[in-house]
């Protein structure tokens, strides 16, 4: 029998902190972060992540685990994730699964590969890093789209590492990227998971994205940056974050601290517009709910999951 899980998905700043704590409380469950980010310690106001006293009330896993310097990959978060659901189900609690990164999201509930097991090629890495920065991220984006167009279609120009991964996939293995997706329809559920989608009017949205972002800053945000780059280097998967990637330029004085921030908002609003992309056309979602505007529809949906759990 499959395990049942609730999982929560949903764009940045739409609410998902405050359901899953309230959630958690009312049917006895653990929360497994599924944020590629609040993984790290020390990333705290940049990635908003829960407070020390939220999880004291919760129990959270997957927050503040590694270090800034090391790396985490879909198959690590699979793996951890994998075997805490095994741990809190078997104690009888409800684990429930919370986060914006869609493809750990995926990776946990369906069996579907992203070409992650091809070996890093770091030399041929290393040559489309350098071909990005002296062609446009744009040129390169579209060497993806002469060999393998399904996965060009399916992959944003900018989002660089992305591109690069699905070339080297090709040239390690010498399989299209998007062959190594499995259409959705396709997809088997490794789990009995009640998948809840938080949605908001998107202008709303935006607004509130923008505040988050003003909000970070007054907590302190330039201070935790300047700290993290006393002892991280700038190639660390950390750095790449949002609301950290765009101050490193400021820092070295390149950028003024208001380009800054504008930047950090609007790679925050088209992350989540891309986030929203995804969680609609690769993920089966039991229901979607919209509790900015609406937060007394929250009866209703644990209505519905309380029949799920009964089930």
């Not at 390169?140 to 590492?161: F, G, M, T, V, Y």
């Not at 998107?202 to 940056?225: C, H, P, S, T, W």
């Not at 969680?279 to 644990?302: G, T, Y």
């Amino acid at each position: 029998m499959k395990e049942k899980i609730i999982v929560i998905v949903g764009p940045t700043a739409v609410g998902k902190t405050s359901l899953s704590l309230s959630l958690a409380k009312k049917y006895d469950g653990e929360i497994i972060s599924g944020d590629s980010m609040q993984i790290y310690k020390g990333l705290d106001i940049g990635t908003a992540k829960v407070t020390r006293e939220e999880r004291k009330e919760v129990i959270h896993y997957l927050v503040d685990e590694i270090s800034p310097n090391e790396n985490y990959a879909v198959s690590d978060f699979k793996t951890k994730a994998k075997n805490l659901i095994e741990d809190i189900t078997a104690r009888g609690k409800v684990p429930i699964i919370v986060g914006g990164t869609g493809l750990y999201i995926e990776s946990l509930l369906y069996n579907v590969s992203h070409g992650g097991q091809a070996e890093p090629d770091l030399t041929y890495r290393k040559e489309l890093e350098t071909f990005a920065e002296q062609n446009g991220k744009q040129k390169l984006w579209e060497r993806l789209e002469s060999i393998d167009p399904k996965a060009a279609e399916s992959i944003h120009c900018n989002n660089l590492r992305r591109v690069i991964r699905a070339l080297e996939v090709y040239n390690s293995t010498g399989q299209l990227f998007s062959s190594l997706q499995m259409e959705k329809t396709n997809k088997e559920k490794l789990y009995d998971a009640y998948v809840i989608g938080l949605t908001t009017d998107r202008a709303l949205l935006y607004e509130r994205i923008n505040q988050r972002v003003d909000f970070m800053f007054d907590q302190g945000l330039i201070k935790e940056v300047e700290s993290l780059l006393a002892t991280v280097p700038l190639t660390a998967q950390s750095l790449k974050g949002i609301g950290y990637k765009e101050l490193i330029p400021y820092f070295e004085n390149y950028i003024s601290l208001q380009a800054a921030t504008e930047q950090i908002k609007q790679n925050s609003r088209r992350y989540a517009k891309r986030q929203l992309t995804w969680f609609r056309n690769r993920m089966e979602i039991s229901s979607w709910w919209d509790f900015v505007q609406a937060p007394e529809n929250q009866e209703k949906l644990e209505a519905e999951l309380e029949n799920f759990l009964r089930m």
